[in-house]
């Protein structure tokens, strides 16, 4: 190896790490308002000129330590209900700002955007991300651990910008109800800021610009202080419903369904919420992507419902494997049918270093299913500084069905392992009942370690899980086995010279299954990749080699026509992937995989185009092509997907989602029109269109089912 390249790893290694990534000053002091703030994006206010700046932005990428291209400043004032936050990006080449969505929860890594992570427990380990672009678009994300985020969250908080010659600027306005903090004569919470300027690949933060973390990790951030006296009164949040809809089914005919319902929050503490629903509808979630799948194992569908995802790590244990032991899309649904949500209690947030998730929602008797209690109750206790203890229990009861769940896991968690490296070590074990009664073979358990880093990112696992273990409430996707898995990636920052920001290696990333009972081999996985960069001009490229292996104790029915027979198959794959800068207006990504398939061969190819007309119009299509060939035949699926999204304004947007799959004999459409009256009010008009069975001889003007639904949800607060 060349002297150089030997002299930059050893860099990587001993230098980096001597940096501290905090900068003076590190301690931001909010400054009270007496007068109100016009939100306009403009900052015209005097009190925005009195209240303290900072501006000591330190890059991330694509130089790291090096001092901000462009001059960045934020301020925070606030008053007794609310908190407002100034934010000024000056940039010295305007025509460089890269903006092209207006829409709410817009994909802001490919946007100019700001972020704002805001900790109100200070616990080092939750807090609230908020991200705009120069449009004024708005996301939101709940931080948990330091690592997790949940961007389905949707917080009621706004923002305006405007844009000069000098850059783009932006009042940002959150209320304190919003936000879950303890009580205090005068509040002291973690927060940092992030600016990213696509079109030079740079990310500057204020504090902890790490490459370790991402700006989640709020052990990082630095100090707001100065909040005092601040309007601590019980709130009570109201979000009633009406919908109207029609619904056509081609065996079942017209119905005009209609209903009201709604959600209550009631603020129970600063920190401790209590959500009350009656006859919950789900009518404007975004439909399902059907994949084709050539596994014979089930999709896992994420959970979309607003409802279940508010606090959703409050409820989170996982199995490990893929498995979780409670998983809230088996709530509203049993066999396969959807069922009404009567009557639903959720209390939720913490009390001191106690971490709580309570959930009790009680589902309606249809014809052939009886009346079903869903309970979940998750726990998790802060130790020390990043660590937790913590267990759950599930319980779904109905007059066929009583099960039981109950679990404890822990994890040791640290950003200081060798001196400023993250390391995580977790483990659980869990058991599952009938009628409160333990039973054999019903348990599992995992064990895990890692290493998570921009160096060296290193995963080890060892996991099991009885034939008997059965959660009602859960997601299961094998069972009887023990596993071990190990993934080791590597990630060296070299050759800049050639363009390259960080190389892509993996070692090594494997799984391996073998049937608990036996102890025979069931199923092996693993992926090396020899090759791969991100450049610094934001393309990437991978090379994979990977080899399998699967155990098939009975037939295996792929399509009507092919069946694998039983057996045992190793197979053999190459993978290349190649993906351009999604910051760009137009980019694409391209994969293909080509090898063994059981006792056949398969070809697969997948394209992806994005296409950003304007900050209005944005265009997002998917294409899967697969080619098995047998030698009973051959199997040739087409999957294709199109996203379309045209926002008329930051608060008035309508999509498109509209789905072809030739496997499974489906093709979906689904119009949404989403309209934003006033923050926390919702106005939804809903249109899907189905065809299933034959798709290749439908006739367009007849799809087998209809749904169409006008649903407002309207916000009070008291």
């Known amino acids: 190896m060349p002297r150089k390249y030997l002299v930059a790893l050893i860099l990587l290694f001993v230098v980096q790490p001597l940096f501290s990534q905090r900068s003076h000053p590190w301690v931001l002091t909010a400054t009270k308002t007496e007068k109100k703030i016009k939100l306009d994006g403009v900052l015209s206010e005097a009190v925005w000129k009195q209240a303290m700046h900072v501006s000591n932005f330190t890059q991330r990428d694509l130089n790291f330590g090096e001092p901000s291209t462009e001059r960045t400043e934020t301020a925070i004032l606030y008053d007794k209900y609310t908190l407002y936050i100034g934010v000024w990006c000056y940039q010295k080449d305007v025509s460089k700002i890269v903006a092209k969505n207006l829409n709410r929860d817009f994909d802001y890594e490919t946007d100019d955007n700001f972020q704002i992570i805001i900790s109100p427990f200070n616990d080092n380990r939750n807090g609230y991300l908020f991200v705009i672009n120069p449009n004024g678009a708005r996301a939101d994300v709940q931080v948990y651990g330091g690592e997790d985020g949940n961007e389905d969250w949707n917080g009621v908080w706004d923002v305006k910008t405007t844009i000069t010659d000098e850059g783009w600027f932006a009042e940002i306005y959150i209320p304190f109800t919003t936000l879950q903090f303890k009580r205090g004569s005068e509040l002291n919470w973690a927060i940092n800021f992030e600016r990213d300027i696509v079109s030079k690949n740079e990310e500057t933060l204020w504090q902890g610009w790490s490459r370790d973390n991402s700006i989640f990790a709020v052990n990082r951030a630095g100090k707001l202080t100065g909040i005092k006296d601040i309007a601590y009164a019980k709130k009570f949040e109201l979000k009633p419903y009406g919908l109207a809809g029609w619904r056509y089914d081609k065996e079942e005919g017209n119905s005009y369904p209609l209903k009201v319902g709604g959600n209550l929050n009631i603020y129970l503490s600063p920190t401790l919420k209590l959500n009350l629903t009656s006859f919950t509808d789900f009518a404007q979630v975004e439909a399902d992507r059907i994949p084709v799948n050539l596994s014979r194992f089930g999709v896992f569908y994420p959970e979309k419902r607003q409802f279940f995802l508010e606090g959703y790590d409050m409820y989170n244990y996982y199995l490990g494997d893929r498995n979780n032991a409670f998983y809230s899309r088996q709530i509203g649904v049993e066999d396969g049918e959807q069922v009404p949500i009567i009557i639903g209690a959720r209390l939720y947030g913490k009390v001191g270093k106690n971490n709580v998730g309570f959930l009790n929602i009680q589902e309606g008797k249809t ?344 649903k407002l949800v309207y916000r009070f607060v008291f």
């Open 367 to 710: 014809d052939s299913i009886s009346s079903t209690n869903n309970t979940v109750f998750r726990y998790k206790r802060d130790v020390g500084k990043q660590s937790y203890i913590g267990g759950i229990f599930t319980n779904k009861i109905n007059n066929t069905t009583s099960n039981q769940v109950i679990g404890i896991d822990a994890a040791y968690q640290t950003s200081e392992f060798l001196k400023n490296k993250n390391l995580v070590i977790a483990g659980s074990f869990t058991t599952s009942m009938e009628k409160f009664t333990l039973r054999k073979n019903a348990a599992t358990y995992r064990v895990y370690i890692d290493y998570p880093n921009d160096l060296i990112d290193n995963y080890m696992a060892v996991g099991s899980m009885q034939s008997g273990f059965n959660p009602e409430l859960g997601y299961i996707r094998r069972t009887n086995y023990d596993s071990y898995s190990w993934y080791l990636r590597i990630s060296p920052r070299v050759f800049p010279k050639l363009g390259i920001k960080r190389l892509l290696l993996k070692p090594w990333g494997f799984t391996a299954y073998y049937t608990h009972t036996t102890g025979e081999l069931e199923s092996f996985s693993n992926e090396t990749r020899p090759l791969g960069a991100v450049f610094r001009s934001g393309e990437r490229f991978e090379v994979n080699f990977i080899q399998s292996f699967d155990r098939l104790d009975e037939e295996f029915v792929l399509t009507d026509g092919i069946t694998i027979p039983k057996g045992k198959y190793w197979m053999y794959k190459y993978e290349l992937q190649f993906e351009t800068y999604q910051a760009r207006r137009v980019w694409a990504a391209l994969f293909y995989n080509w090898g063994g398939f059981y006792n056949g061969r398969i070809k697969t190819f997948e394209t992806e185009l994005g296409l950003n007309v304007n900050k209005h119009l944005n265009l997002n299509g998917s294409y899967t092509f697969n080619f098995v060939s047998f030698s009973s035949g051959d199997v040739v699926t087409n999957e294709l997907a199109l996203y379309l999204n045209y926002a008329f304004t930051t608060k008035l947007n309508l999509s498109l989602f509209s789905q072809y799959n030739d496997l499974d004999q489906v093709m979906l459409y689904n119009f949404r029109l989403h309209w934003i009256p006033k923050v926390g009010s919702d106005l939804y008009v809903v249109y899907n269109i189905g065809y299933e069975d034959r798709i290749k001889e439908i006739d367009y003007l007849k799809p087998q089912t209809t749904d169409a639904a006008v």
